[in-house]
């Protein structure tokens, strides 16, 4: 399982970060800007899932970041990773296994997405 996904971006920087953004939310995450230009992903109740753990089923929390940088030829790169001091921990081990498998999932259908739109050059699942 991929402790990270970075996608190589073609085209205008904009028009690639606005892409993943609607890939995103096409999942159901809501986005947000972190400080450094980034976003953050939320999808899912924390307070549902502090109360019910893992039993907290569709309403799980899920947290997603996503950081960008350009490659040595000018691409974009994001970087889409697992914020592991969510719902992974207040879930347990089931948590863990449910957050991976929507991470998973989620960088496939964001992967899928970019293709179709002719902007991803090609994807590295990071260990």
């Known amino acids: 399982m991929p402790s990270s996904y970075d996608y190589f971006l073609n085209g205008d ?14 999942q ?5 800007a972190t400080p450094t230009g980034g976003f953050y992903a939320k999808r899912g109740s924390t307070s549902r899932t502090l109360l019910l753990g893992a039993m907290a089923g569709s309403k799980f929390v ?5 950081d960008f940088m350009a490659d040595d030829q000018g691409r974009l790169v994001a970087r889409l990773h697992r914020d592991m001091t ?4 207040m879930g347990g081990a089931i948590g863990a296994a449910k957050t991976a498998t929507v991470f998973a999932e ?3 259908a964001v992967a899928a997405t970019l293709h179709a739109q002719q902007l991803l050059a090609h994807r590295i699942d990071n260990p």
């Open 13 to 26: 920087h904009g028009a690639a970060r606005a892409a993943l953004q609607g890939a995103l939310e096409a």
């Open 106 to 108: 989620t960088g496939d």
């Open 62 to 66: 899920v947290n997603l970041l996503v």
């Open 28 to 32: 159901g995450f809501a986005i947000t």
């Open 86 to 89: 969510s719902g992974a921990l």
